[in-house]
């Protein structure tokens, strides 16, 4: 491929959790690879005369506590002359996340490839985005009336999950059921009382066996870990202290990844991690999918490789194009 530049918008590279993080996989790969690699925040975006640009800093990383990477210099560029831009930062997905997706659009416009495609992850609500592909997600309401929400609670069985529709690594997520004393409290609190919409999901007992990350490239599934809650928890977030075992890609995974795929390669969604409990497809998650390092070790891979493999396409595809 020769000498590539690759740029990596993330959250602060201090506070990387070398045996967690998959954007410091991505970063590693690349550099194995040759490739120069940029580290900035989406605070180092700026518009000059019609041009997207950036204040970056070239980075060398190792696997080492503590002592995982070294700034080489500084430079202010346009983010149209690198090869590709990893769009890295973790949620929420708020208004200054909006816009960095707008600047990277006017940088896919003048060359770079950006993963995933800005547009794309305007279009996907990670929660709602998933409501696109009904015959593969649980009973679903979306909804901010208490009343309609405790009836869709009976209709399902008298179990649900509720969670917010911009919510995220499992905050705001609650188990709730008909006879909790609670419910009503529960319901106002979640939805600011009747201000705010919430997702109300029927409740999968198979979550207790786990929740499976399964990570999805250019629409096909790579790998995939299940996250198993604690005892004492419903969520499997392992932020939250769910523990990652290993986990194969089963026939319905394929199946759920038949149904997506489609539209993740339309809206540009190129590396995405869906959230399947049992036979059920509950999230899908856009904007920086983790999971990565937990499968590789559990099951001797390196799935960064082939994201990597899949970026140096996209750059000689582009590269192809007339100008």
Excluded: W
Excluded at 75 to 99: N, Q, S
Excluded at 219 to 248: F, M, Q, S, Y
């Amino acid at each position: 491929m020769g000498h590539l530049r690759f740029a990596f918008i993330m959250d602060p590279i201090h506070n990387v959790l070398i045996d967690k993080d998959t954007t410091f996989v991505f970063m590693l790969e690349a550099q194995a690879r040759g490739y120069e690699v940029y580290y900035l925040e989406m605070r180092d975006l700026f518009v000059e005369r019609n041009k997207v640009m950036g204040r970056l800093l070239r980075v060398e990383l190792r696997r080492e506590y503590r002592n995982h990477f070294t700034f080489h210099g500084e430079t202010v560029e346009p983010l149209g002359a690198f090869a590709a831009i990893f769009m890295r930062k973790d949620p929420p997905f708020d208004i200054p996340y909006l816009h960095a997706t707008q600047l990277l659009d006017l940088a896919q416009r003048d060359g770079t490839v950006v993963l995933n495609n800005p547009a794309g992850l305007r279009a996907a609500n990670e929660k709602l985005y998933a409501l696109n592909f009904p015959s593969v997600i649980p009973p679903t309401l979306v909804a901010q009336d208490a009343q309609r929400l405790k009836a869709f609670l009976e209709e399902i069985g008298g179990e649900m999950i509720i969670k917010p529709i911009d919510g995220h690594g499992g905050s705001g997520v609650f188990y709730v059921h008909r006879d909790d004393r609670n419910l009503n409290s529960l319901l106002e609190t979640a939805t600011r009382e009747g201000r705010e919409p919430i997702i109300a999901q029927q409740y999968l007992p198979k979550v207790r066996q786990g929740d499976k990350r399964l990570i999805v490239l250019n629409g096909a599934p790579l790998g995939c870990t299940l996250r198993v809650p604690r005892a004492d928890e419903h969520r499997g977030n392992i932020h939250v202290g769910g523990t990652c075992i290993k986990a194969e890609v089963t026939a319905r995974d394929r199946e759920i990844c038949r149904a997506l795929a489609p539209r993740l390669r339309q809206d540009g969604l190129y590396f995405v991690g869906l959230d399947i409990i049992g036979d059920y497809l509950t999230e899908v998650n856009v904007t920086s999918p983790t999971g990565v390092q937990e499968i590789d070790m559990l099951d001797d891979v390196r799935l960064e490789a082939n994201v990597i493999d899949l970026v140096e396409n996209m750059v000689q595809e582009r590269r192809r194009l007339p100008a």
